[in-house]
């Protein structure tokens, strides 16, 4: 039940020893296409690496994080690392915020302020909420991986301990990626509490569903399942290879950062808005740089390709107790009790005629700006979204 202060300080050895190893990097031959269309350009992150190791300041970095309160507590024999800022306004509502595969808490770092003192950025005082951002387990400093391994029913009951261990009687959850997974249990575990529910990053289908119809569809929604449809033929791979050799793929995460870096770096460039032609253009590169150095110090590259593996089999398991099987699961089925809102931005694939066919879920705003990591990207259109999702359920 112990909740005790954190400080984030990586030894100066290891960031040396990174440096060093970035400098001293083993690249492979240029192949004679170098572009995108093979993966992550040997030109591109050849001059990234190296403004990782002699541009990039990872102690402002570091001290930027530690401006922001820090936690850890254990739930269920599992470390857990969290950002909580409390607002100065009385009637703050508390908000969990839940990151996703390859983000961390740093993925929320601009929206912290938004969120805790609306009226500093031009919004109302009413919109305040008070944070708490949760390292997954087998992410940053919610390692190592715990006896229990990770399933989103799993993590939802870790966060809804975690909230009640803050005080929190009322409180609002938005997650993204794997995290609009764990939000979405919480609604369910801890539905008397959870007064609402906001979900980004959602795709069309679940991963390995199959193609989705295109047929009924409008043109926006066509074309979003047309990207969707291209993403599993061609944009699958690194989830196979981590949800079915974890460690095989972790010995050049944890040995190479620019193996890390290019592994994380490739999804930034798929992921974010198309209108952007790099993925440091789509957001901030010492943000980038940040998130991927979290991965690095922490060895969370390994560990977080095990939480995959562990939340597949998961995933398949119910799966097999399911009737419909893969059809059952493609679709995330009615909203649950607490009410349930979702954002697209840019290019993504929801589609809220599959995502919600019973029309049950109570708000579905699209961005033409954004991507996949909107919190990043869009800090200013998400901020916004959970503030007009949110506004009458307080």
Known sequence: MTIQPFTLEIPQAEVDDLQARLRSARWPVTPAVDDWSRGVPVDYLRELAAYWADGYDWRAAEAALNAIPQFVTEIGGQRIHFFHQKSAEPNALPLILTHGWPGSPVEFQAMIGRLTDPVAYGGDAGDAFDVVVPSLPGY??????????????????MWAELMS????????????????????????IDAEHVVGAHLAGVTAAAPFAGPVSTDGLSESDKTRAETFNRYLEDGLGY??????????????LNDSPIGQLAWIVEKFAEWTDPA???????????????NVSLYWFTGSGASSAHAVYDGMQAWKAMLAQQPGGEAAAASWGPASPPPTGVAVFGAETAIKSLVDPAGAMTHWTEYERGGHFAAMEVPDLLTTDLQTFFRPLR
Not at 170 to 181: E, F, I, L, N, W
Not at 245 to 252: F, H, I, K, W
Not at 279 to 289: G, H, I, K, S
């Open 239 to 252: 989830l196979t290879l981590q949800s079915t050799r974890p460690q095989t793929l972790a010995y050049g």
């Open 165 to 188: 261990r803050l005080g929190y009687d009322r409180y609002g959850a938005h997650g993204t990626d794997a995290g609009s997974g764990v939000t979405g249990m919480l609604t369910m």
């Open 276 to 290: 952007h032609k790099l993925p440091d253009e789509a957001v901030d590169r010492d943000q980038l740089l940040t």
């Open 140 to 157: 940053g400093f919610s390692t190592p991986l715990g006896p229990a391994g990770f399933n989103l029913f799993g993590v939802a009951q």
